[in-house]
T-cell receptor, first 114, second 114 residues
Framework: DVKVTQSSRYLVKRTGEKVFLECVQD?????MFWYRQDPGLGLRLIYF???????EKGDIPEGYSVSREKKERFSLILESASTNQTSMYLC?????????????FGEGSWLTVV | AQSVTQLDSQVPVFEEAPVELRCNYSSSVSVYLFWYVQYPNQGLQLLLK??????LVESINGFEAEFNKSQTSFHLRKPSVHISDTAEYFC????????????FGTGTQLKVEL
């Protein structure tokens, strides 16, 4: 089974802090994603990476950056956390080459910024 | 750009009753369609997907969805729900041509009552 592991399930951070959300997948997938989930808004794509050191902005990249130094690991960085970034963050991965490939999700990281 | 509309934010239903969760999409090009399910405090899991061929696709736990190109719909149905089907259901679309990025609807909360 594919496993996407997010290192922290629940985090509480202060406004202005730098926050790292870490994600690891064990299936050698080329694609990795960070989504944000908010009630009534569904999931929105923050960033997408299709290879090591390669990244592409999603629909809501403002206030976020990402890092992919190794194929299995994809990090989401909040440079200066703000209260409007309080949300559930979901990491995902998939094989490349076909838009119909299944995307596999981690269990999510609940971030509260106070 | 593509978009996905899930008109029903909540659907309450009694156990053993039938249910339909509605999904409409808009896209000027061919798409792949997905239904994902999210159980409480978990990430998303693929329920079923339409890639090509038969317009009726089924999941292993009794759900089915029918791709209707003329109505740009991909409604999810189950003839008899169980209490364990209580979850949030997300419809998503991926464009053909690579990239594997999903655009999600806002989700439908299915609550099955005894």
């Amino acid at each position: 089974d594919v496993k996407v592991t997010q290192s922290s399930r629940y985090l509480v951070k202060r406004t202005g802090e730098k926050v790292f959300l870490e994600c690891v997948q064990d299936m050698d997938h080329e694609n990795m994603f960070w989504y944000r989930q908010d009630p009534g808004l569904g999931l929105r794509l923050i960033y997408f990476s299709y290879d090591v050191k390669m990244k592409e902005k999603g629909d809501i990249p403002e206030g976020y950056s990402v890092s992919r130094e190794k194929k299995e690991r994809f990090s989401l960085i909040l440079e200066s956390a703000s209260t409007n970034q309080t949300s559930m963050y979901l990491c995902a991965s998939s094989r490349s080459g076909f838009s119909g490939n299944t995307i596999y999700f981690g269990e999510g990281s609940w971030l509260t910024v106070v | 750009a593509q978009s996905v509309t899930q008109l029903d934010s909540q659907v309450p239903v009694f156990e053993e009753a039938p249910v339909e969760l509605r999904c409409n999409y808009s896209s000027s090009v061919s798409v792949y369609l997905f239904w994902y399910v999210q159980y409480p405090n978990q990430g998303l899991q693929l329920l079923l997907k339409y890639l090509s061929g038969s317009t009726l696709v089924e999941s292993i736990n009794g759900f089915e969805a029918e791709f209707n190109k003329s109505q740009t719909s991909f409604h999810l149905r189950k003839p008899s729900v169980h209490i364990s089907d209580t979850a949030e259901y997300f419809c998503a679309v991926s464009l053909g041509g690579g990239g594997n990025k999903l655009t999600f609807g806002t989700g439908t909360q299915l609550k099955v009552e005894l």
